[in-house]
T-cell receptor, first 113, second 113 residues
Framework: QQQVKQSPQSLIVQKGGISIINCAYENTAFDYFPWYQQFPGKGPALLIAIRPDVSEKKEGRFTISFNKSAKQFSLHIMDSQPGDSATYFCAARISGSARQLTFGSGTQLTVLP | ETGVTQSPTHLIKTRGQQVTLRCSSQSGHNTVSWYQQALGQGPQFIFQYYREEENGRGNFPPRFSGLQFPNYSSELNVNALELDDSALYLC????????????FGPGTRLTVL
């Protein structure tokens, strides 16, 4: 059962544009929401993360917006660059001893030069 | 550079065989989690090892088993391979079972024929 739904599946943006990827979850036990970036042939790398007591977090060109009541969170990439072309995964971590991550299905971002 | 290494990089097996994948965690990390990433999907949690003991398990059958050694490196063993086991297997390490950030290795690409 998919617990984190991610959209869109693919996204094409012009250089300098804003890329927006959305995720929704059902389980209110999730307490940590990271975004990972994955390049072909590489493992996922942590990009930015947020906890549910914060509505927005910004790190450089990357911003997470979090809506606890709607159980939704999104990644905004400002001034998108061709080097940002990668697959992006949202994830959620359920509270508990294992701290396991539940991932969305991924968004393949292509930034055109 | 995350410091998590995995071997081998690629592996081809036939249905019914057994396979062992290896992971060296980042220096100072005592927790290793294993994930399976099918093509075009997000990673799925298999299990976690903390200080040489299994500390949580996802929805995977018992033919998926693991070990963690005193130096915190880890193995993932899969018995009776099935075609659907073809995937990228990712290892992630963290500095504690309750730590937020997991650092992923590059993965092992397993193909089952």
């Amino acid at each position: 059962q998919q617990q984190v739904k991610q959209s869109p599946q693919s996204l094409i943006v012009q250089k300098g544009g804003i890329s927006i990827i959305n995720c929704a979850y059902e389980n209110t036990a999730f307490d940590y929401f990271p975004w990972y970036q994955q390049f072909p042939g590489k493992g996922p790398a942590l990009l930015i993360a947020i906890r549910p007591d914060v509505s927005e977090k910004k790190e450089g060109r990357f911003t997470i917006s979090f809506n606890k009541s709607a159980k939704q969170f999104s990644l905004h990439i400002m001034d998108s660059q061709p080097g940002d072309s990668a697959t992006y995964f949202c994830a959620a971590r359920i509270s508990g001893s294992a701290r396991q991550l539940t991932f969305g299905s991924g968004t393949q971002l292509t930034v055109l030069p | 550079e995350t410091g998590v290494t995995q071997s081998p990089t690629h592996l081809i097996k036939t249905r019914g065989q057994q396979v062992t994948l290896r992971c060296s965690s980042q220096s100072g990390h005592n927790t290793v989690s294993w994930y399976q990433q099918a093509l075009g999907q997000g990673p799925q949690f298999i299990f976690q090892y903390y200080r040489e003991e299994e500390n949580g398990r996802g929805n995977f059958p018992p033919r998926f088993s693991g070990l963690q050694f005193p130096n915190y490196s880890s193995e993932l063993n899969v018995n009776a391979l099935e075609l659907d086991d073809s995937a990228l297997y990712l290892c992630a390490s963290s500095s504690g079972a309750r730590e937020d950030t997991q650092y992923f290795g590059p993965g092992t690409r397993l193909t089952v024929l």
